[in-house]
């Protein structure tokens, strides 16, 4: 394997591994897997060639769009979710402002 195959199986193992830690409601997985997601992509774009130039490549990048695809799906699934089970309370209280003559403080 090349180091550009090499830095794209890393950001598929750490989408698979963001994909498990969304898919478990935990939100300390979620964020346990941020740090290696980010990792894997500063690797792959650190001064290697594009991996779509063949038909391979381009198949493990849309292999990658797929799992971010997931990945937006399901944080919005839990923000849909969080957002049903805890609606927020809005507490806002009237704005008091004094205007003097001439439109001053």
Same mark, same amino acid.
């Given at each position: 394997?090349?180091?550009?195959?090499?830095?794209?199986?890393?950001?598929?193992?750490?989408?698979?591994?963001? +994909?498990?830690?969304?898919?478990?409601?935990?939100?300390?997985?979620?964020?346990?897997?941020?740090?290696?997601?980010?990792?894997?992509?500063?690797?792959?774009?650190?001064?290697?060639?594009?991996?779509?130039?063949?038909?391979?490549?381009?198949?493990?990048?849309?292999? +990658?769009?797929?799992?971010?695809?997931?990945?937006?799906?399901?944080?919005?699934?839990?923000?849909?979710?969080?957002?049903?089970?805890?609606?927020?309370?809005?507490?806002?209280?009237?704005?008091?402002?004094?205007?003097?003559?001439?439109?001053?403080?």
């Amino acid at each position: 394997m090349t180091h550009t195959a090499d830095a794209v199986d890393r950001v598929q193992q750490a989408l698979d591994t963001l +994909i498990r830690a969304l898919e478990s409601g935990r939100p300390q997985a979620v964020l346990d897997a941020e740090a290696p997601l980010a990792a894997a992509v500063g690797a792959l774009g650190a001064g290697l060639p594009p991996p779509g130039r063949d038909a391979a490549g381009r198949r493990r990048l849309e292999a +990658i769009r797929l799992q971010v695809a997931r990945c937006r799906a399901l944080g919005a699934a839990a923000a849909d979710l969080s957002a049903a089970m805890f609606p927020q309370m809005v507490y806002a209280r009237p704005a008091r402002v004094a205007v003097r003559q001439g439109g001053r403080r």
